[in-house]
């Protein structure tokens, strides 16, 4: 029972940790597009 209660911990913290890694790369994404957008408008204003 206590075994099976500290396997649960473990997996939370492991998806808890895995979630993290996602939204990380989903931020770091998102910046280097709106550093593209960016650098294209200095670049070439319309």
């Known amino acids: 029972h206590n075994i099976r209660f500290l ?27 709106l550093y593209n957008i960016v650098r294209e408008q200095t670049i070439a204003p319309s």
Not at 8 to 20: G, M, P, T, V
């Open 7 to 33: 396997q649960e911990i473990l997996q939370n913290r492991k998806s808890d940790f895995l979630e993290w890694i996602i939204i990380l790369l989903i931020s770091v994404e998102i910046l280097i597009s």
